[in-house]
Nanobody, 120 residues
Framework: QVQLVESGGGLVQPGGSLRLSCLASGSSLTIYTMRWYRQAPGKQRELVASIHNDGRTTYTDSVKGRFTISRDNTKNTVYLQMDSLNPEDTAVYYC??????????????WGQGTQVTVSS
């Protein structure tokens, strides 16, 4: 079993910054791809950014140049640095990861989400 716990959400003014963190835990854990998704009210969940265990990253177009995904493999943690935030970034942000555990490969594990609200 893989547990993912997000932190770092909150209320921020337009133009501000936030840094989200997601800690993964489990037995004999090896994390592969880690991702951040978000879901705004009334909208479908969308993939925001992903990072592979070799460091390759991808971003959705709307956040390119503003968000940065990174990871610390020694801490089983993924980060999402969000700069130049605007109200359209308001959403619940979810951590997602593929990992190998003591029971085998487990895909598509989810955290509980953290709320990000961008408002003046």
């Amino acid at each position: 079993q893989v547990q993912l716990v997000e932190s770092g959400g909150g209320l921020v003014q337009p133009g501000g910054s936030l840094r989200l963190s997601c800690l993964a835990s489990g037995s004999s854990l090896t994390i592969y791809t880690m991702r951040w998704y978000r879901q705004a009210p009334g909208k479908q969940r969308e993939l925001v950014a992903s990072i592979h265990n070799d460091g390759r990253t991808t971003y959705t177009d709307s956040v390119k140049g503003r968000f940065t995904i990174s990871r610390d493999n020694t801490k089983n943690t993924v980060y999402l640095q969000m700069d130049s935030l605007n109200p359209e970034d308001t959403a619940v942000y979810y951590c997602n990861a593929d990992a190998h555990t003591i029971v085998g490969m487990m895909f598509d594990n989810w955290g509980q989400g953290t709320q990000v609200t961008v408002s003046s």
